[in-house]
């Protein structure tokens, strides 16, 4: 143990040594997922975000113009947060000669790799000290909810590694005043900003540090218009993308993606998530059991300590108050959605860090064990998402020989109508189709009306917009006959899905 004990101590004291070590474990547990379609948890989202790069491939390469599946008769457009996450994956997808859906995942996990250095060299930074920069890499490398999304189609992955790569650099030039890592700062923080705009929480502490800056008269002229620059342009550019993609949601009438806020007002319901998130997600999800105890002595350790004497305290404090605002902001997507917590991560994670490295020394076995049990849990709560995580997708979407085999009946640029499918968007990226959606039972004949007053059947209504093919569940055709008389040749019988040829019947 005792040589354990050494060796991990070399490690720690050392960057170079620090980074073999974490990449090494980093690419070895997730290698083996890069090649996986997605599925598990928050599948919709990472067929929506594959979609959008796909499409960016396949139909046009304007990053004004993303484009989704589910579009009914429309070229698709719509807007979403700054699809920076997608257009990577679709200029590597050209360069390499065509989309392959496993580029997602190797982009999402070199994304979060450099999100892993930012981290380290922020806590490093920070405190003078090798051995905590180790501690809160290793601690948030092994976050579960970190672990499972750090290889999806997420753009959340990118804004979370280019906030925390913002906050680096701009600590650094406020200390250093090097003028590259102002324009690193800028860089990082309008990206972060601009995939989500959420991350641009960190801007309190960037505030409150100008503030007491200027307080103290510490920067010259040049400096000032520097900051101001910094500033202006990452926050009014992010605003003015999301102006605009408010604009292209309102032009189009696609909502595949939400930017609004959703505040809760039952009191019942506001408390049943807040436990929820305090008690269930933060030790079993976000921190993993194993960096627990570390969490609450890094609290601990930051009440008792002088670290309240620190210029930057009051900083962290604005800071915090800021993500607890966001928090109530957007707390309907707190209780399904806890990649919504990502911007709490970097706080939390340092807490981990510093309680870590206050029981190292007294508790180095125990901490040790803590360590090396990080990664297990960490598989032990994901895995199945991974390795099961198609079980509720029909089974023509989990076989590579039935996906090509619908894929090669539809002609490219048909319009297809797709269902039962709640997220509208699933059934189309797995089918390689684009069109119509329909989510529940019979909607494909209920009576819709138009525009112009007119009142039709759904599925008629989508014939005559163009739609000339349907994948549909077995059990909607076999509950509603009715629908034979809008069916042509049947292209595919499966053991879950079926593919017609659609016809008018008048």
Same mark, same amino acid.
């Given at each position: 143990m005792s040589k354990i004990i050494l060796f991990f101590n070399k490690v720690i004291q050392s960057r170079q040594k620090t980074f073999l070590f974490v990449s090494f474990f980093y690419i070895l547990s997730h290698v083996f997922f890069l090649n996986l379609p997605p599925q598990g948890a928050h599948v919709w989202r990472q067929c929506n975000t594959s979609a959008v790069a796909r499409n960016f491939v396949e139909e046009d390469m304007n990053v004004f113009c993303p484009r989704v599946d589910s579009r009914g008769d429309t070229e698709g457009v719509t807007g979403m947060q700054f699809p920076s996450f997608e257009i990577s994956v679709a200029l590597i997808s050209k360069a390499l000669g065509g989309y392959h859906e496993s580029i997602n995942r190797i982009v999402s996990f070199l994304f979060f790799g450099l999100g892993l250095y930012f981290f380290y060299e922020l806590l490093v930074f920070l405190s003078n000290s090798k051995r905590i920069g180790f501690f809160g890499v290793w601690a948030f490398m092994w976050s579960p909810v970190l672990y499972y999304h750090s290889t999806n189609a997420l753009p959340d992955i990118l804004a979370l590694s280019a906030s925390i790569g913002g906050l680096l650099y701009f600590l650094k030039w406020n200390t250093l005043r090097s003028n590259k890592y102002i324009f690193l700062a800028l860089f990082f923080t309008t990206l972060a900003g601009l995939t989500k705009l959420q991350y641009l929480s960190f801007g309190a502490l960037v505030l409150v540090t100008v503030i007491q800056g200027l307080m103290s008269k510490s920067y010259s002229i040049k400096e000032m218009i520097m900051i101001f620059l910094y500033g202006g342009i990452s926050f009014f550019t992010s605003v003015a993308w999301y102006v605009?993609?408010?604009?292209?949601?309102?032009?189009?009438?696609?909502?595949?993606?939400?930017?609004?806020?959703?505040?809760?007002?039952?009191? %019942?319901?506001?408390? +049943? !998530?807040v436990l929820t998130n305090l008690f269930v997600d933060l030790p079993e999800y976000i921190l993993g059991f194993t960096s627990v105890v570390p969490f609450v002595f890094g609290f601990v350790y930051l009440v008792k300590s002088r670290l309240r004497q620190s210029s930057l305290f009051i900083g962290f404090l604005v800071w915090v108050l800021g993500l607890i605002v966001y928090y109530i902001l957007e707390l309907e997507e707190m209780k399904s959605h806890t990649y919504y917590l990502f911007p709490t991560f970097i706080i939390l994670f340092m807490l981990v860090?510093?309680?870590?490295?206050?029981?190292?020394?007294?508790?180095?076995?125990?901490?040790?064990?803590?360590?090396v049990l990080m990664p297990f849990l960490a598989f032990a709560r994901v895995h199945h998402h991974w390795l099961s995580g198609g079980s509720n997708l029909p089974s023509e979407?989990?076989?590579?020989?039935?996906?090509?085999?619908?894929?090669?009946?539809?002609? %490219?640029?048909?319009? +297809? !109508?797709?269902?039962?499918?709640?997220?509208?968007?699933?059934?189309?990226?797995?089918?390689h189709t684009k069109g119509f959606s329909f989510t529940r039972k019979g909607e494909l004949l209920e009576v819709i009306t138009n525009e112009n007053g007119k009142s039709k059947i759904r599925i008629e209504s989508y014939i005559n917009r163009g739609a000339e093919y349907l994948i549909v569940d077995n059990k909607e055709i076999e509950d509603f006959p009715e629908l034979w008389i809008y069916l042509s040749e049947e292209k595919y019988i499966g053991k879950t899905l079926r593919l017609f040829k659609l016809k008018n019947p008048l």
């Open positions: 605009y993609a408010d604009y292209l949601i309102e032009t189009s009438g696609l909502h595949d993606f939400g930017l609004i806020l959703r505040p809760l007002t039952d009191v %019942k319901e506001i408390v +049943t !998530i860090a510093v309680g870590l490295n206050s029981l190292w020394d007294k508790y180095t076995k125990w901490m040790m064990l803590l360590m979407f989990t076989a590579k020989e039935s996906r090509t085999k619908i894929d090669n009946l539809i002609p %490219k640029g048909s319009i +297809t !109508i797709v269902g039962i499918d709640g997220s509208r968007c699933v059934y189309h990226y797995y089918a």
